[in-house]
């Protein structure tokens, strides 16, 4: 059993930055970012393999978005820069076995959420 826990989330103008922050009760688990806005689906965000090596993003946010992790406090982070309305949304950090998981179902731990909101 994994414990995550995000936080970093809150309230940003457009064009600002925020760095989300997911710490790990365990280790050796590829790591992933969804998001989901109010009246959409959950949609993925990004991932990072399990030694931060290799990092795969989706195309609403790459360019932006840096995903980063620290092996040693079992933490990965989620740089979100050039915020933009549509990227308001719960954010969830989540843990799996797969390396490049792009569908939630294929990660087995998640996070409680952070909001993220991005005022015009």
């Known amino acids: 059993q994994v414990t995550l826990v995000e936080s970093g989330g809150g309230l940003v103008q457009a064009g600002g930055s925020l760095r989300l922050s997911c710490a790990a009760s365990?280790?050796?688990?590829?790591m992933g970012w969804f998001r989901q806005a109010p009246g959409k689906n959950r949609e993925f965000v990004a991932t990072v393999s399990w030694k931060g090596i290799y990092t795969y993003y989706a195309d609403s946010v790459k360019g932006r978005f840096t995903f980063s992790r620290d092996q040693a406090k079992n933490t990965v982070y989620l740089q979100m820069n050039s915020l933009k309305p549509e990227d308001t949304a719960i954010y969830y950090c989540?843990?799996?076995?797969?390396?490049?998981?792009?569908?939630?179902?294929?990660?087995?731990?998640w996070g409680q959420g952070t909001q993220v909101t991005v005022s015009s």
């Open positions: 989540a843990a799996g076995m797969t390396w490049g998981a792009r569908i939630g179902s294929e990660y087995v731990y």
């Open positions: 365990g280790s050796g688990y590829a």
